[in-house]
Nanobody, 116 residues
Framework: QVQLVESGGGLVQAGGSLRLSCAAS????????MGWYRQAPGKQRELVAV???????NYGDFVKGRFTISRDNARNTVSLQMNSLKPEDTAVYFC??????????WGQGTQVTVSS
């Protein structure tokens, strides 16, 4: 089965950085786009960043240059570099993969907590 596994979450102080990684398997299953969404308690899941197979990117409005998404197509992984973290970034971050624009796969999520 197609599987996405996130890693890299944790507890950081405001202003700190984290790098999230998402590994997709099997390695020969190539997503058309991969990205990160986040969900805070009581809120809907929201887009953080998406990158296509052609390396086009889209970011949530709140990012403002702080986050950078990248992918390694050879290893079928996607990463999210998060800098200048703020307490409002606290959420569960989910890896997402899209195939043929209508088929979605989700990881289990990794917790990011930013302390004041």
């Amino acid at each position: 089965q197609v599987q996405l596994v996130e890693s890299g979450g944790g507890l950081v102080q405001a202003g700190g950085s984290l790098r999230l990684s998402c590994a997709a398997s099997p390695s020969n299953f190539k997503f058309n786009a991969m990205g990160w969404y986040r969900q805070a308690p009581g809120k809907q899941r929201e887009l953080v960043a998406v990158i296509t197979s052609g390396d086009s990117t889209n970011y949530g409005d709140f990012v403002k240059g702080r986050f950078t998404i990248s992918r390694d197509n050879a290893r079928n992984t996607v990463s999210l570099q998060m800098n200048s973290l703020k307490p409002e970034d606290t959420a569960v971050y989910f890896c997402n993969g899209k195939y043929l624009a209508f088929l979605d796969y989700w990881g289990q999520g990794t917790q990011v907590t930013v302390s004041s």
